[in-house]
T-cell receptor, first 116, second 112 residues
Framework: DVKVTQSSRYLVKRTGEKVFLECVQDMDHENMFWYRQDPGLGLRLIYFSYDVKMKEKGDIPEGYSVSREKKERFSLILESASTNQTSMYLC???????????????FGPGTRLLVL | SQKIEQNSEALNIQEGKTATLTCNYTNYSPAYLQWYRQDPGRGPVFLLLIRENEKEKRKERLKVTFDTTLKQSLFHITASQPADSATYLCALGRNSGYALNFGKGTSLLVTP
């Protein structure tokens, strides 16, 4: 079974703090994604990565950065947390286009972040 | 701009009935469409995928249809059970792309 784990289920941070959210997958997937999910807005893509050290902006990258130093690990960084970044953060992984089953994304359990 | 619409109101049905959820899209030509289930406080879990050249797909009590002319997918759960209560998300994707575009989801409540 594919397993995607996230470093924390719940996190409370203060405005201005630097926040790291870690995601690890064990399926040797090339693609990894970070989403945030808010009531009424659904899942919105922040960043994704299709290979080590490669990254692409999603729909809402402002205020975030990412790091992919190893294939299995994808980190989301909030350089200076703000209250409007309070949200549920979901990590996902998948195979690349051209591989069988590449369309399916496997999600982690999510990190609920509260910024005070 | 591309838009994916799912029933915003929660769907309440009685156990044993068939639940039907709708996903409509505009300004998009997806190569495939997926349905995911999400329980409160959890990440989405993949259920079914249907490609643009397929009309219907089944998996146990689940059935998905895909009408590229109407730009619509219907997701059916037959003989629904209280354990089917969850939020269901549709997601569209292209063969050349990496990312999926998700709808906002429809909440389903199955009562005994």
């Amino acid at each position: 079974d594919v397993k995607v784990t996230q470093s924390s289920r719940y996190l409370v941070k203060r405005t201005g703090e630097k926040v790291f959210l870690e995601c690890v997958q064990d399926m040797d997937h090339e693609n990894m994604f970070w989403y945030r999910q808010d009531p009424g807005l659904g899942l919105r893509l922040i960043y994704f990565s299709y290979d080590v050290k490669m990254k692409e902006k999603g729909d809402i990258p402002e205020g975030y950065s990412v790091s992919r130093e190893k294939k299995e690990r994808f980190s989301l960084i909030l350089e200076s947390a703000s209250t409007n970044q309070t949200s549920m953060y979901l990590c996902a992984s998948s195979f690349p286009p051209g591989r069988g089953g590449q369309e399916t994304q496997y999600f982690g359990p999510g990190t609920r972040l509260l910024v005070l | 701009s591309q838009k994916i619409e799912q029933n915003s109101e929660a769907l309440n049905i009685q156990e044993g009935k068939t639940a039907t959820l709708t996903c409509n899209y505009t300004n998009y030509s997806p190569a495939y469409l997926q349905w995911y289930r999400q329980d409160p406080g959890r990440g989405p879990v993949f259920l079914l995928l249907i490609r643009e050249n397929e009309k219907e797909k089944r998996k146990e009590r689940l059935k998905v249809t895909f009408d590229t002319t109407l730009k619509q997918s219907l997701f059916h759960i037959t003989a629904s059970q209280p354990a089917d209560s969850a939020t269901y998300l549709c997601a569209l994707g292209r063969n050349s792309g990496y990312a999926l575009n998700f709808g906002k989801g429809t909440s389903l409540l199955v009562t005994p």
